[in-house]
């Protein structure tokens, strides 16, 4: 069965500093991959996507994330961190197969990232 | 840009009520999506529509009806509401495209006392 982990509940990062955020998946085929930001009391935003190509992806606000199908891991980073960033990470995985499922999603729990002055 | 809509940001009700929350989807999506976003669990599937009149349960559907007569617009319902539905709702919808991503709407904050 499809599963996403992300280990680390909260995180907290000083202003400026490197952020990276884990998330791994468990899928017998090559998933496609998404993150998704949700701020306070709002809905989720996607950051960015993967299914294929380019390993490394970029996406809005200065974050990029890199699939590595080694170690079923695509994690999500940002070389300075600010403080608007400080919100709630969800890493997700969807199956290739749409016969059944109609695009659906499976989330990870979800990484909240506290932002230090 | 698509525009998911959600009826009511926030909502009180009491136990036993019959609850509607309502999402609409601009973007003539066909898929649409209700989760339910609980502190630890992260997002859960309720239900899902991939047409109009079509529905499908998602991973806790229990307590839970949808209603989908029009393209755009998904009705969650919970049909007598309890204290252990207190939670953020949340409506996505999705174009039928390989690899694309779901749209989320703002939430609904549905306290149930």
């Known amino acids: 069965a499809q599963s996403v982990t992300q280990p680390d509940i909260h995180i907290t990062v000083s202003e400026g500093a490197s952020l990276e955020l884990r998330c791994n998946y468990s899928y017998g085929a090559t998933p496609y991959l998404f993150w998704y930001v949700q701020s306070p009391g709002q809905g989720l935003q996607l950051l960015l996507k993967?299914?294929?190509?380019?390993?490394l992806v970029q996406g809005i606000k200065g974050f990029e994330a890199e699939f590595k199908r080694s170690q079923s891991s695509f994690n999500l980073r940002k070389p300075s961190v600010h403080w608007s960033d400080a919100a709630e990470y969800f890493c997700?995985?969807?199956?290739?197969?749409?016969?059944?499922?109609?695009?659906?999603?499976?989330f990870g729990k979800g990484t909240k990232l506290s932002v230090k002055p | 840009d698509v525009k998911v809509t959600q009826s009511s940001r926030y909502l009180v009700k009491r136990t036993g009520e019959k609850v509607f929350l309502e999402c609409v989807q601009d973007m003539d999506h066909e898929n649409m999506f209700w989760y339910r976003q609980d502190p630890g669990l992260g997002l859960r599937l309720i239900y899902f529509s991939y047409d109009v009149k079509m529905k499908e349960k998602g991973d806790i559907p229990e307590g839970y009806s949808v209603s989908r007569e029009k393209k755009e617009r998904f009705s969650l319902i919970l049909e007598s509401a309890s204290t252990n539905q207190t939670s953020m709702y949340l409506c996505a919808s999705r174009r039928t495209i390989p690899y694309n991503e779901q749209f989320f709407g703002p939430g609904t904050r549905l306290t149930v006392l």
């Open positions: 997700a995985v969807g199956a290739r197969d749409y016969g059944g499922s109609q695009g659906n999603l499976i």
């Open positions: 993967y299914f294929s190509g380019d390993t």
